[in-house]
């Protein structure tokens, strides 16, 4: 899509913070003279992320991404092309960052019931995204595909995955016992050496691969070829996805915390987490944005909760992120946002226009209760109880805030994530703490391999045999 600077400033995505502040909030909010407090912090942070952009060795690599892909876009392209005229259904095998973010594009950019669709309508295959091992939900996705017509894009950075390989070694068996080359049907996204898959694609003879960069971790990978070869066999735009990054990019290089909206963002969250809101919710008023809060949850959970500061202290430091959906959990969550503790902050994502309006028509005049809401539109309606809700939970003192979304499209959508992305990079910044490493994910994943007999594990084995279920304690 080609972007005029007048069409790209109409589509800038902003943060609107005054009910963070304690002009609307009394003495629940933050004052002037707290943000003037850690307006070093802040600064620092924001030098730390600058100097260190692009360093593979920090993970930080994902900050360069839209700026370094121009053959591999290509290259996606062109694949995603084939994959389009060849296949009719294409499933990702992925978990964690390597199939969070495939969902969310999918569902922010695609129609909502996609699959649904005639053929003829949708610009590419049939799109699934097996995250889990469960073994009904591998059965029956078998239900709904045919192997032979089918895709599949293994996406791991390690190979090493005891889920996606699981997946793996399943429909690479379907598709030898089809009597297909298993080559032929897979695709994978993976480390450039050192990964599984690599291996695994020199024992068939070369399969089309992807490469995740060393310094791009999983939860920051969208916008690699993780997230977009499958956005570009959906027909989304991945070139303005990347231009909607780097012009978030551009805002946020401000080391001024009034001009750089990911920086006052992370500024609001560190403050609120260090006043005991132990909780965050993510809120969009939007179906197309209802994933965003998975796989933001990720980010932000995965990235900030950490028990070391990088010079040693013990710490125990993030925010649980809470999932809602406007106006969906207002019928179910909000009473507990308003009334309950005063642990929380809430951010919505607000849209300034949706792809549909839907008028409402008029009807039941006599009854006012319903009445009322002929002649307006259901794009009105979900507004103004996105508007209400802000009001309620700021008149009960609650902190909120609002990233408003003018339109959803390729260009906001890229501008959110690395908005996101950002926003974690310089919050983990604040907290002195690695934001990029995982080291509690790891105890689940050893057990398991211990549990199923992985080579290596038996002492693992031995130690979870003592740790069975005690039968004092089961009624
Ligand atoms: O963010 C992360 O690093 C994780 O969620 C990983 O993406 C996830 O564990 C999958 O790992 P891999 O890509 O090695 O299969």
Redesign the pocket.
Known sequence: MKLSETQRNAWRITVDYTNMTDKYLGDKGISQRELDAHRKLARAAHAYVSENRGKDELFMGWTELPYNQTEIVEDILKTAKEIRKKFDYFVVL?????ALGPIMAFNALCHLHYNDLPKSKRRGPKFYVEDNVDPVRMKELLDVIDVRKTCFNV????G??SE?MTQYLIIADLLKAAGEDVKDHVVFTTDASRGNLVKISKELGGVKSFVLGDGV???FSELSPVGLLPAAVLGIDIKTLLKGAAYMDKLCRRPDLKKNPALVSALLQYISMQNGKNIGVLMPYSDNLKFVSDWYA?LWA?SLGKNETLSGEKCNVGQTPVKALGVTDQHSQVQLYTEGPFDKVVTFLSVGEYKEKFPIPHGCENIPDVGFLGGHTMEELIQAENRATAFALTKAGRLNYTINLPVVNEFTLGQLLYFFELQTAYAGAMFNINTFN?PG?EAGKKATFALLGKPGYEGQKAELAGAAPDENYII
């Open positions: 992925g978990i964690g960052g390597s996406i791991s950075k390690s090493a995955t996606t971790g999983g939860r990720q995965e995982q994910v």
